[in-house]
């Protein structure tokens, strides 16, 4: 089995839910990493919010956030395991992030740095 991360994207991280949505929207989101755990292959993950980000470059050049240069926004992540990135897709598809116009959830097989080396 490996392991997967599933990157959650916002097409327009600027746009701000009410307080009501929000709620609306992690229990759902709750609801599907449930399922996820139910078959024991969540693994975790976060939310990552734009507020107090940074952007490090090239020559030790640091902005504040990613949002001033990018429409899209990570939302956050979750790492589940599975048994093929087939596997890790449909857990994607059951992702609550969808419902929004635009948005993606990218899955990424994880390697160790002895992978890559």
């Known amino acids: 089995m490996e392991e997967f991360v599933l ?5 327009d991280g600027s746009k701000l839910a009410s307080p009501e949505q929000m709620q609306i929207w992690m ?8 399922g996820i755990t139910a078959k024991s292959k ?3 993950g976060n939310g990552l919010p734009f507020q ?12 504040n956030g990613p949002f001033g240069e990018i429409k899209e926004t990570i939302g956050g992540y979750i790492i589940v395991k599975a048994d093929s990135v087939d596997e890790a897709v449909e857990f994607a598809r059951g992702c609550p992030v969808l419902q929004g116009d635009g948005n993606s959830v990218e899955v990424r097989k994880i ?3 002895h992978e890559n080396a």
């Open 7 to 11: 990157i959650m994207r916002h097409e």
């Open 27 to 34: 229990k759902q989101t709750m609801d599907w990493i449930g």
């Open 42 to 44: 969540f693994v975790g």
């Open 52 to 63: 107090d980000a940074r952007v490090v470059r090239h020559k030790g050049v640091v902005t």
């Open 111 to 113: 390697t160790g740095v």
